[in-house]
């Protein structure tokens, strides 16, 4: 079975550029994460998604930051304009979903985010 | 919000069990304790869970007091691959992964 996949694995950009990260969840997931990790700490959740719906969203500073699930498969977090507190390893999770609880989460490896 | 408490770090001894304490002291009774953990530069790996019964899998065992308010993760026989960071994680439904223990296993 194939692993949560992401893209791209690094990326390198100048502040005010803006950058997309795509992840596609293990075949059959229906629940979907994205996390940020700052160095030296734990992720931190900032989506979740059952299907195409964003079910908590609290954590995402909707300001700059913003993610898509269409037709409930693979995502796209997207940071425009891109600041330089912005660099860190941005994390894609996915899980079987449906059970409305806490349910096993399987990690991408993750892309790590350059702001320059 | 992390609802655990951790060491920092801990070391062990290449081949020796590796004893990984948590305490969830204000654990609720449908919340699972889950471990995973992080090798550098990778995405944390799921290790093991259990909800009051101790648990066993290939990678490790999960030791869960009768209270609940604490566990311990037990890596039989540890080698240099399983230095990381090591997370125990507890809640409902959303998991608050905190800082971890760094595991350093040592030859």
């Known amino acids: 079975e194939a692993g949560v996949v992401q893209s791209p694995r690094y990326k390198i950009i100048e502040k005010k550029q803006p950058v997309a990260f795509w992840c596609n969840p293990i075949s059959g997931h229906n629940t979907l994460y994205w996390y940020l990790q700052n160095l030296g700490q734990g992720p931190e959740l900032l989506i979740r998604y059952e299907n195409e719906e964003a079910v908590d969203d609290s954590q995402l500073p909707k300001d700059r930051f913003s993610a898509e699930r269409l037709k409930g498969v693979d995502s796209t977090l997207k940071i425009q304009p891109a600041e330089l507190g912005d660099s860190a390893v941005y994390l894609c999770?996915?899980?079987?979903?449906?059970?409305?609880?806490?349910?096993?989460?399987?990690f991408g490896p993750g892309t790590r985010l350059l702001v320059l | 919000d992390a609802k655990t408490t951790q060491p920092t770090s801990m070391d062990c001894a290449e081949g020796r069990a590796a004893n990984l304490p948590c305490n969830h002291s204000?654990?609720?009774?449908?919340?699972?304790v889950y471990w995973y953990r992080q090798i550098h530069s990778q995405g944390p790996q799921y290790i093991i869970h259990?909800?009051?019964n101790n648990e066993t899998n290939e990678m490790a065992s999960l030791i869960i007091t009768e209270d609940r308010k604490s566990s311990t993760l037990i890596l039989p026989h540890a080698t240099l691959r399983d230095t990381a960071v090591y997370y125990c994680?507890?809640?409902?439904?959303?998991?608050?992964f905190g800082s971890g223990t760094k595991l350093n296993v040592k030859p």
């Open positions: 994680i507890v809640n409902f439904n959303k998991f608050y």
């Open positions: 204000t654990i609720s009774g449908n919340e699972y």
């Open positions: 259990g909800l009051k």
């Open positions: 999770a996915s899980s079987r979903g449906g059970t409305g609880y806490q349910e096993t989460q399987y």
